[in-house]
Each structure stands twice: as structure tokens, then as C-alpha cells.
């Protein structure tokens, strides 16, 4: 980091600390609890998308899918139920239980079962593009109610000095809650984007798989029927 800027973030956060304890400091109050309740969010979606709900689609396919060849669904259905809470198995296993019953009927079963996942996998991330909403509004209110205070102070006030040090003092506080306002707003965005582009593949891995899925067990049902026969 350059000196210049260096100092430069150095006098900002003393100036921030500076306003948040004088009496203008309510005004980012709002800011810092929309803040704290976006990293809360983004934490608990992050652990959620990332590692609970998420697996190898690719990998986890394959093993699957060597188990139908093998014409073990049981297996198949095993390895479905050692993948924890992760989506794409939850989706998976749906089908494979209803793999002796007719294409419809599983098509069903894999439909339902992605129905109830989805809403796990997309909770909470809309309210992440709100949060980045408010809090820049919240900074350009904290902004207007800033200078609001700082030209009102003016006014009353005699001494050129003396005025020239409240509007310097109003500004900064008004600076100070943009700043923290965009902040906020910024970090939010970027979960908000690294969050659901997480979903989506999740989705996407459920969609391909489970189409995957269906032509397998629809082969499996061929080869039978054709055994069968000879």
C-alpha cells in the first residue's frame, strides 16, 4: 500500500470512529446493523451453498451411474444417502425409488423432489439485493441529514471560524455515513452475485443429471425387456 493512500485510510477510519461517537453517530447506526445483518446472511448462505448443499455433480454421477450398469439400485440409492444433505442426491434418490415404475412416474418423483430443494437453495438470497437497496439509501439519508445539520448550524452561527469548522464537521459526517452506506452496499452485491451464481450451477447440475438420470433408467428397463424376450 502507498503512503498517500495509506494515510489516507487511516484518516478516514479515525474520522468514521470520530462521528460514529459524537452526537451525529445515531445516523450510522442503521448502517452498521444492515451491515452486520448482510455479512450474517452471506456467512450462513455461503456454508450452506458451498458445503451442505453442494457436491461434485460429475463425480457423484458417475457413481452412481456405475451402479445402474451394474443393475444395483440399491447401491445406487446408498450412495445417494451418504451424500448428507447435499441437493443433486436428494433429487436423484427421488427418481431411483421409482425407477421399477413407469417414465412418467418417476419424471414426477424427480420434478417433486427438485420443487423442494430449490427453495432451500435460493432462501434468503433475494433479500441480499435488498439489503444492498437500503443501505445505500440509508447513506444518502444519513448524506442529507448530515448537511441538514451542518447549514443549519451555520446559520445560527456568528464567528466565520466557527462556521467554517461546523460545515467541515457536518460534511465529514455526511461523507462518513455515504461512505459506510456504499460500503455495505458493495459487499452485499458481491455475495448477492458469488451466492446465486452458486445456486444456479446447483440447478443447472440438478437439471442435466437428473435428464441423465431418466435415460439411464430408461436403458435399464430396455435391456430387461429385451432379456426377457430372448
Known amino acids: 500500500m502507498e503512503p498517500q493512500t495509506y494515510v489516507y485510510a487511516q484518516s478516514f477510519l479515525e474520522n468514521f470512529i470520530k462521528d460514529f461517537q459524537g452526537p451525529g453517530g445515531w445516523a450510522l447506526i442503521p448502517i452498521m446493523i444492515v451491515f452486520a445483518i448482510s455479512i450474517a446472511v452471506a456467512f450462513e448462505r455461503f456454508i450452506r451453498l458451498f458445503y451442505q448443499y453442494n457436491t461434485d455433480g460429475a463425480s457423484f454421477m458417475f457413481e452412481v451411474q456405475k451402479y445402474i450398469l451394474a443393475n444395483d439400485l440399491d447401491g445406487a440409492i446408498r450412495v445417494c444417502n451418504g451424500a448428507g ?3 443433486l442426491p436428494k433429487v436423484l434418490k427421488a427418481g431411483l425409488q421409482r425407477a421399477s415404475r413407469d417414465e412418467t412416474q418417476i419424471q414426477n418423483a424427480i420434478d417433486a423432489a427438485s420443487l423442494e430443494v430449490i427453495p432451500k437453495l435460493e432462501k434468503r438470497l433475494p433479500n441480499l439485493a435488498l439489503i444492498a437497496n437500503i443501505a445505500t439509501l440509508l447513506g444518502l439519508l444519513g448524506t442529507i441529514m448530515g448537511l441538514i445539520k451542518a447549514f443549519a448550524s451555520i446559520a445560527v452561527q456568528g464567528d466565520p471560524v466557527q462556521r467554517q469548522a461546523i460545515l467541515a464537521m457536518g460534511i465529514s459526517e455526511a461523507m462518513n455515513a455515504t461512505a459506510l452506506g456504499l460500503i455495505t452496499a458493495i459487499f452485499t452485491m458481491i455475495a448477492h452475485t458469488i451466492l446465486t ?8 447440475e440438478i437439471d442435466e443429471f437428473g435428464v441423465k438420470l431418466m435415460d439411464l433408467l ?3 428397463k430396455f435391456r430387461h425387456s429385451s432379456e426377457k424376450e430372448a
Open 85 to 87: 444433505q447435499a441437493a
Open 197 to 204: 451464481n452458486r445456486a444456479t450451477k446447483i440447478l443447472e
Open 218 to 220: 430408461s436403458a435399464r
